[in-house]
């Protein structure tokens, strides 16, 4: 790492540059952990670990408890089919994370931000201590359940967009626009977006962002079209559940989905919930953001490396590392330490 010129005030208040070492420069890097949604998934993800770990396995005994099913032996065994389900997937992936983010706190101090995307936003909570695990495990099933109702089967789809810019994907959600709902959904990383609607517009999109020099375009198996207004019953629902749902202050900033946005307080917590629903996941700002307030270090918890891929698209100088076992946790903190 290459000395970085900084600068400061005298007592006179003059700019005065002087130069860090690079080991004073690593220091000061500050810390994101950030957590996956749905789509990380897999059968026998936490299985090892909760093995291994008495505080991974309280995890998931905890998450039995709260739902009143065997949630740990569907991540330990699946069957991938039900995994797959939304209302299954969402508690599983949460579960997952927390599990492992409770050992890496055995080992490790807490992050200075913490951000997740969709889902992943409630497990970001609950490492912030807004949420209790027990209600985040409840909540998610019921998002699922409310999301995976909101739109007939069928009715709508999702689709990848690869190559294109932001203009050029808010441009083609216009023009398919005329023949249903269309709108970006996931707003990734540069040249990476997902977009949702009704089947018909988005089959159209896909169409128009080919004949527009997409590098990629294809459409999605996914289960419903995620956060665009097709999901505001969903939305709605939902509000009605975290109503009721003790939140606390957040014990460190979390950057939201909805707005890439900074907050600490409980009622904002749950507001950007509501509204993540049927809106874009602003991924690629979300980043930027931590970015900006000094974050270059991320570490993914919880299954898959999806969002440490993205993270090296919007900025290939910032570390990424991923936590999902007990291997990918040691080369984690290896890293961390050298």
């Known amino acids: 790492m290459k000395n970085r010129l900084q600068v400061t005030g005298n007592r006179e208040g003059s700019l005065v540059p002087y130069y860090l070492s690079p080991v004073t420069c690593y220091l000061m890097m500050k810390t994101a952990f950030v957590f996956p949604g749905q789509g990380s998934q897999y059968a026998g993800m936490g ?18 408890g709260a739902l009143g099913f065997a949630l740990s ?35 490790m101090a807490m992050p200075d931000f ?9 497990s970001a909570l609950v490492a912030a201590g807004s949420l209790k695990l027990s209600d985040a495990v409840s909540i998610v099933r019921k998002r699922g359940v409310f999301m995976q109702e909101a739109v007939p089967a069928g009715a709508g789809a ?18 398919a626009s005329k ?13 990476q977006t997902v977009i949702a609607g009704s089947k018909e517009a988005v089959e159209k999109a896909v169409e128009i962002a080919k004949s527009r020099g997409a590098r990629r375009a294809v459409l999605l198996q996914v289960s419903a079209p995620f956060h665009c207004e097709l999901m505001k019953p969903a939305a ?25 946005a900074i907050i600490r307080r409980a009622s904002q917590a749950r507001e950007s919930l509501v509204r993540q629903v049927a809106s874009p996941v602003r991924w690629s700002q979300s980043i930027q953001r931590l970015i900006d ?18 993270i090296r698209q919007i900025n290939r100088d910032c570390q990424t590392l991923n936590v999902e076992d007990r291997q990918s946790m040691e ?4 890293a961390l330490d050298a």
């Open 47 to 64: 299985r090892a670990l909760a093995a291994d770990f008495p505080s991974a396995a309280a995890v998931f005994e905890e998450a039995d």
């Open 158 to 175: 999702m689709a990848a967009l690869l190559g294109c810019e932001m203009e050029t994907v808010e441009a083609v959600c216009r023009e």
């Open 293 to 310: 307030k000094g974050v270059m270090r991320f570490v993914e918890i919880g299954p898959g490396k999806v969002l440490s891929g993205l």
């Open 114 to 122: 913490v951000a997740g995307h969709s889902l992943g936003e409630y």
């Open 179 to 191: 023949t249903g709902v269309c709108s970006p959904a996931n707003i990734n990383s540069p040249g």
């Open 236 to 260: 709605e629902k939902l509000a009605g559940v975290l109503a009721e749902t003790e939140f606390l202050d957040l014990n460190m900033p979390l950057v939201t989905n909805v707005d890439a």
């Open 73 to 107: 032996r569907l991540c330990f065994e699946g069957p991938e089919e039900d995994l797959k389900l939304t209302a299954n997937t969402q508690p599983a992936i949460l579960a997952t994370s927390i599990a492992v983010l409770r050992v890496l706190q055995e080992r």
């Open 331 to 334: 080369a984690a903190l290896a």
